[in-house]
């Protein structure tokens, strides 16, 4: 059973059979423009749910790192567009299931690939920053950035082999999700 907190707010239904979400509660939940949300129904009770397609990805994705890291080490997270959906390393307790940070954000908006062999700081979470090596690729589903692969060593620098790595894993993802 899922226990829903109320809220005190209450919004009518329009002519069109719209709500409005107030602003504050989509900042809160980081529910963008033009975002999908899900729409769940149980007897007289309406929730809604930020959809993600990486949802019905998070087991396979685990599966994937947890392969991956067995092989070459080093940490591997995968975000789908708010947060972490499958961690492998020394990272796993501190960021599975947490925010991503607004810059890895904004790296998804941009579609970017980010390559940093040297030490640097990266804020993966808000307020958590680790100082390493890192390659990030976007994870992209009919041309649209859905998530994030990350490889981050915080004690060597990052290879060629482990952004190709990177790339592979993102692109992988992609592809399961689109079949």
Not at 21 to 46: Q, S, W, Y
Not at 113 to 127: A, N, Q
Not at 128 to 149: C, F, Q, R, W
Request: one cysteine or more; charged letters at 30%.
């Amino acid at each position: 059973m899922i226990f829903l907190k109320a809220t005190g707010v209450v919004r009518r239904i329009d002519d069109l059979g719209r709500i409005v979400i107030p602003k504050e509660m989509r900042r809160t939940l980081r529910i963008r423009e033009g975002e999908a949300l899900e729409i769940f129904v149980d007897n007289d009770f309406v929730a809604l749910k930020k959809y993600s397609p990486m949802t019905d990805l998070e087991d396979f994705a685990k599966i994937l790192v947890d392969s991956v890291y067995g092989s070459m080490g080093g940490n591997i997270l995968v975000t789908d567009r708010d947060k972490y959906i499958a961690v492998a390393g020394s990272l796993k307790k501190k960021y599975a299931n947490k925010n991503i940070s607004i810059y890895l954000e904004s790296l998804l908006d941009k579609r970017s690939i980010c390559i940093e062999k040297d030490f640097e700081d990266l804020e993966l979470s808000p307020g958590e920053t680790e100082k390493g090596s890192y390659t990030i690729h976007p994870i992209i589903m009919n041309g649209d950035a859905i998530g994030l692969v990350i490889i981050f060593s915080l004690d060597k620098l990052i290879t060629d082999t482990e952004v190709k790595i990177s790339q592979i894993i993102s692109q992988i993802l992609g592809k399961h999700i689109e079949e």
